[in-house]
């Protein structure tokens, strides 16, 4: 039986939607020299992490082109940002990277706080740096467990979830939400943190830590997990640089960059001795899974330094008093963020309403993905799984 995700029937003549076309290049005398096929990988197909579909053109079992195709997915975000005002547009913020909800409410806020010139209380800040990192962990340890099952290793993904269970206990407690948190408010959180909470988080925090020692035993560990990613999807520095490539993908080829410490916000500023910025030069499946796993360590460390300082810090207010209806005087700004899969980016522009005159959104997925026209010829289809799964992408994250 076929896979229904992927296409492969060879047609004589045009490329029909769902399908794969036969493209025959005919030499001196009319006789056929080679066949190159057209598949379509998705738009629905297991190795995706949703809707997106790859469109290759194959010469025997080496890609020689791809092209991603995108917007199965899109729902307008960006457009229903103009009709939403500065509360509600944290809701549409919330969702395009499922993985990553709260780190997508604080570029928002951050950005409608900058229009205003507000300053969100001390307390905030810290709280808000915790739970963005937290937040970074649970989205590292979905890929670090799901990555693998592409390739064939289902053990790993049932630890990544009981380790992300211990996370996502402290973050629905705080919050109330599994996945989208909306805990985020213009001017600082929604309220403060439950009593002993900080205890809870500090021992959910060291039991994930205990348990990272897994996935080098068992996957970096592993000779077929290095065997399939090692050598395979090399990503260039210059790549990166030219597609705007960001995140983890980027720091595993060499491109030392990250917002937290080149371009501090929150409370990154005080956290210089604790974070640790990973990267690696070989650009490749393997370096990428490395740094992915590094990142989670640090992430580790700075929720500790956090919770530390929240522990020393005095009782106070985590928001400012708001007027009842929100507006942003005239002008423009951009708010950028670390994201865990990338930069961030939200442009927004102001006419003095209630709502934004325009907000556009920068996502990290996107750009990470356009890449893969260039990452994935020369290869052979049968990377083609593993250099897609190691680009770490969210597909509601590309579409918007």
């Known amino acids: 039986m076929s896979d229904p995700g992927t296409n492969a029937e060879p047609a004589a003549s045009a490329e029909r939607p769902g399908s794969a076309a036969a493209v025959t290049t005919v030499g001196i005398g009319g006789a056929a020299e080679s066949t190159d096929m057209v598949l379509n990988i998705g738009p629905q197909h297991p190795s995706t992490h949703g809707v997106l579909r790859l469109r290759l053109v194959l010469d025997g079992e080496r890609i020689s082109a791809a092209e991603p195709v995108v917007g199965y997915m899109h729902r307008g975000a960006e457009k229903l940002f103009e009709a939403r005002d500065y509360r509600q547009i944290i809701v549409l913020a919330n969702r395009h990277d499922w993985l ?43 890929f670090i467990g799901s990555y693998p099952l592409e390739l064939g290793a289902i053990t790993p993904m049932f630890h990544a979830f009981t380790e992300r269970e211990d996370l996502q206990r402290v973050m629905e407690e705080v919050s109330g939400g599994r996945i989208h948190y909306m805990f985020n408010r213009v001017g600082g959180l929604k309220e403060d943190l439950p009593a002993g909470w900080l205890g809870r988080t500090r021992q959910a925090v060291a039991a994930v830590r205990a348990k990272l020692g897994t996935y080098d035993r068992l996957v970096l560990g592993n000779e077929i997990f290095r065997g399939r990613t090692r050598g395979v999807g090399v990503l260039a520095p210059e790549a990166v640089h030219a597609y705007g490539v960001s995140g983890p993908i980027a720091r595993a080829s060499g491109v030392d960059f990250d917002l937290r410490r080149d371009e501090p916000y929150l409370a990154y500023g005080e956290l210089a001795d604790v974070l640790r910025v990973v990267t690696r030069a ?65 442009y927004l522009v102001s006419k003095g309403e209630k709502t934004p005159y325009r907000l556009k959104l920068r996502s990290a997925s996107y750009n990470n ?32």
């Not at 799964?389 to 509601?396: A, I, T, W």
Request: hydrophobic share 50%; aromatic share 6%; net charge negative.
């Open 100 to 142: 990553s909800a709260f780190s997508n409410e604080l570029g928002v806020v951050m950005a409608v706080e900058r229009m205003l010139g507000m300053e969100v209380p001390e307390r905030a800040v810290w709280a808000r740096t915790l739970l963005a990192e937290l937040n970074r962990v649970l989205n590292h340890l979905m």
């Open 369 to 400: 993905v356009q890449v893969l026209s260039e990452l994935l010829p020369g290869t052979l289809v049968a990377d083609m799984v593993a250099i897609l799964g190691s680009m770490f992408f969210v597909v509601g994250d590309i579409d918007k």
């Open 282 to 346: 070989e650009g490749d499946c393997l370096a990428r899974f490395e740094v992915l796993l590094e990142q989670t360590r640090n992430s580790l460390d700075l929720a500790d330094a956090c919770l530390d300082r929240l522990a020393g810090l005095p009782p106070g207010p985590v928001n400012q008093r708001l007027p009842k209806v929100l507006k942003a005087p005239e002008g423009a700004t951009y708010a950028w963020t670390e994201n865990p899969l990338g930069i961030n980016g939200y």
